[in-house]
C-alpha cells in the first residue's frame, strides 16, 4: 500500500472518529436523523447524477442491477437458518427484525463515498446501476415481507391489495435518488451530459456532490452506539453476513472470469455494504400500525435491536471496505478472496460455538438444581 493511499485511509477514519467526538453535541436522534436525510435527500442523488451522467449505456451494464438483486434474495434466504444457531429464537420479534435488515445493502452510506475516492466517478456510476437491483428488493419485496409479517400476527387487519401495492409505488416514486438515477439515464439516453447542462444545475449537483464523503464519515462516528449485551451477537451476525458476501463476489468472479482488478474490487465492496435504513422505516411503518398497549415479545419487530444492528454494520462494513481498497490489488483473485470471506467468518462461527456450549451448561445447570430439589434462577 502506498503513502498516499494510507494518508487517504486516515482521513476516512479522522472523520469517522470527529463524528465519535459529537455525538455528544446531538440531542436524542432527530438531529441525527436531520444529517442521514441531508445525505440520503441532497449529496448522495446530486453525487450519483453527476457519475451517471458520465457513463456510457451499455447493455451489459443490466448484469449489475440483476447481481445485486440476487445477492439480496441469498442472504434472504440463507440467514433464517442461521439465526438460531446465533441465539435468535425462531419466530421472535429480533428473528423477522435480522430477517429484514440482514439481506438489504446500503451502499449510498457505506460503499459509494470510498468507491468515489479509490475507483473514480466511472466505478461509482457501475455502483449506482448495480444498487437499482438492490433497491427493487429493500424498497419494494422487503416492504411486502414487513407487512405480511404484520398481517400474519395481526389478521383482523382488512387493507386491501390494491392500497398496498399504491403504497409501494408513491415509496418508489418518492425517493429522491431513484428520481435522480431515472433524470440522469434518460438525460444521458438524448446525448446530454454535465457540460451541456445549465451552469445553476450543473454547478449546484458538485457542490451538494461535494458533501457527500464527509457527511457520511461523520454520520458513522455519530451513529454508534451499541449495548454491550448485544454486541457479541450483533458482531457474529455481521461477519458471517460479510463472509457470505465475499464468498458470492469469489463465485460471480470465478464464473463470470472478471480479470480487472478494479471490477473486482467493485464487485467485492459493494457486496460488503452495510444494512440499509429502509427496513427499518418499515418496521417503523409497521410500529405506526401496532397499538402501544402491545408488549415487546407479542410486537412484529424489534426497534431497539435494528437500531444496534444498524450501528455496528455501518462501522463494520465501512473498516472492512476501507482494508480491502487500502489493500490495492491483494483482494483480486478468487483464492485471495476466499481467504478474506473465512477470515471473517471466524466470529460468526466463534459467536455460534459459544451460544452451543452454553446451552449445553445451561440445560446441565438446570438438570442439576432439578435433581437435587434446587431453585432455578429466574431467567436461565
Not at 436524542?28 to 449529496?43: M, P, R, T
Not at 449510498?108 to 433497491?135: R, V
Not at 427499518?280 to 402491545?294: G, N, S, W
Not at 483480486?332 to 460468526?348: D, E, N, R, Y
Amino acid at each position: 500500500m502506498d503513502v498516499f493511499t494510507l494518508q487517504k485511509s486516515l482521513l476516512f477514519i479522522v472523520f469517522i472518529g470527529i463524528g465519535l467526538l459529537l455525538k455528544y453535541k446531538f440531542n436524542g436522534s432527530a438531529e441525527l436523523n436531520g444529517v442521514k436525510k441531508i445525505i440520503l435527500n441532497l449529496a448522495l442523488p446530486a453525487t450519483i447524477f453527476i457519475a451517471l451522467m458520465g457513463i456510457q449505456v451499455k447493455i451489459d451494464l443490466l448484469i449489475l442491477p440483476v447481481l445485486a438483486l440476487f445477492l439480496n434474495i441469498i442472504l434472504f434466504f440463507i440467514f433464517p437458518y442461521i439465526l438460531p444457531a446465533l441465539g435468535i429464537k425462531k419466530g421472535s420479534p429480533k428473528y423477522r427484525t435480522a430477517q429484514l435488515l440482514i439481506p438489504s445493502l446500503a451502499p449510498g452510506l457505506s460503499c459509494f463515498p470510498f468507491i468515489l475516492e479509490f475507483l473514480g466517478e466511472n466505478y461509482l456510476a457501475k455502483a449506482a446501476m448495480a444498487d437499482l437491483g438492490n433497491k427493487i428488493f429493500v424498497l419494494l419485496i422487503l416492504y411486502v415481507v414487513a407487512m405480511r409479517f404484520y398481517y400474519a400476527l395481526n389478521k383482523k387487519n382488512n387493507r386491501s391489495n390494491k392500497t398496498k401495492i399504491k403504497e409501494l409505488l408513491i415509496a418508489l416514486v418518492s425517493e429522491p435518488v431513484n428520481l435522480f438515477i431515472g433524470a440522469a439515464l434518460l438525460l444521458v439516453c438524448f446525448g446530454i451530459n454535465m457540460k451541456t447542462l445549465p451552469f445553476v444545475i450543473g454547478e449546484s449537483m458538485q457542490r451538494l456532490s461535494l458533501m457527500m464523503t464527509p457527511l457520511v464519515l461523520l454520520y458513522i462516528g455519530l451513529a454508534v452506539n451499541i449495548k454491550k449485551e448485544q454486541f457479541f451477537q450483533i458482531f457474529g451476525m455481521l461477519s458471517l453476513r460479510a463472509g457470505f458476501a465475499v464468498f458470492f463476489a469469489a463465485m460471480i468472479i470465478a464464473i463470470i472470469g472478471l480479470n480487472s482488478a478494479n471490477d473486482i474490487l467493485l464487485l467485492l465492496v459493494f457486496s460488503l455494504s452495510s444494512c440499509s435504513f429502509w427496513p427499518f422505516a418499515h418496521i417503523a411503518a409497521v410500529e405506526t400500525l401496532e397499538k402501544e398497549d402491545v408488549i415487546t415479545s407479542k410486537r412484529t419487530f424489534n426497534a431497539d435491536f435494528a437500531i444496534g444492528l444498524l450501528a455496528l454494520s455501518f462501522p463494520f462494513s465501512v473498516l472492512v471496505i476501507l482494508g480491502v481498497l487500502s489493500s490495492g490489488t491483494v483482494f483480486t483473485s478468487v483464492s485471495t478472496i476466499l481467504v478474506l470471506g473465512a477470515v471473517l467468518s471466524i466470529p460468526g462461527i466463534a459467536y455460534i460455538g459459544y451460544n452451543y456450549v452454553s446451552k449445553i451448561a445451561l440445560k446441565g445447570n438446570k438438570s442439576v438444581k432439578t435433581a437435587y430439589n434446587l431453585p432455578i434462577e429466574e431467567g436461565s
